[in-house]
């Protein structure tokens, strides 16, 4: 069986397969966009220290590359970062054609966070700065291990993929060695049960929420969860989705 990768977000490249002097906006759909995981010679990983950092952090890349008013162009990588300013950072909210290049979106992904030591005027980081830039924010670790760089295994949603010089993305699923954290209540009959974590209030989709704490979110293993939680008809209909997810959001959903 092929391995599934995880989902990452990018400014890629523009609608000639070019870097610069391209059409504002996304004309093709993958200028700034999602994909699966790939080998890039990464060579660092910023991973944020706080989980609401992550969390906003992915979000926003996911808006990004939603928005097909963003595309990418390395001499106008500056101009998705004046129509983001104008919107309060919610990239969703961008209605006027501009462009981005990758540092430059992370940039702006990591600003939506609310990392507002990476506000600037002028020119945003690039890859070859970006690991100065986000370490002297305070609110980002760098981590070297090949384990980081040669495998999505162990990377985590909202960590931010460097190769210096040459490009950068961010990760969007929890890789399949991290572990999803869980809670433990008493029941009546004074056994424990197990719970997943919460994931963010914020969040739409089963599917994401659970990826976003590191849990299998196949069909099988929702499933599985649905029959844990009191449903055994399983179909991955909307309404037993948003039970599940409703559940999931408070810290209520039982583990399979």
Not at 159 to 170: F, N, Y
Not at 176 to 191: F, L, M, Y
């Amino acid at each position: 069986m092929v391995n599934q990768m995880v989902k990452i977000g990018h400014a890629s490249i523009d609608e000639r397969g070019k870097g610069r002097g391209g059409t504002a906006g996304d004309q093709t759909g993958r200028e700034v966009y999602m994909r699966q995981w790939y080998d890039k010679n990464w060579n660092l990983v910023l991973r944020p220290k706080k989980a609401t950092v992550a969390e906003k952090s992915a979000k926003a890349c996911e808006k990004g590359c939603a928005n097909s008013h963003i595309g990418y162009d390395m001499d106008q990588r500056n101009t998705a970062h004046t129509q983001a300013k104008l919107v309060k950072y919610d990239l969703s909210k961008i209605k006027i054609k501009c462009e981005t290049d990758c540092s430059a979106f992370m940039t702006l992904c990591a600003l939506a966070a609310g990392v507002k030591s990476l506000e600037y005027t002028g020119n945003a980081p690039t890859t070859s700065t970006m690991r100065k830039a986000f370490s002297a924010s305070g609110e980002y670790e760098v981590l070297e291990d090949k384990k980081y760089l040669t495998s999505d295994a162990y990377l985590k949603r909202g960590d931010i993929l460097v190769s210096e010089g040459h490009h950068t993305a961010m990760c969007l699923e929890n890789g399949s060695k991290v572990k999803a954290a869980k809670t433990t209540s008493n029941t009546s009959a004074g056994t424990k049960t197990s719970h997943y974590e919460k994931c963010a209030a914020s969040l739409i989709g089963l599917v994401f929420a659970l990826s976003s704490i590191g849990v299998d979110s196949s069909y099988e293993h929702r499933a599985k969860i649905a029959k844990a939680n009191g449903i055994t008809n399983y179909k991955g209909t909307a309404e037993q989705n948003t039970k599940l997810l409703n559940l999931l959001k408070q810290g209520k959903l039982i583990r399979a």
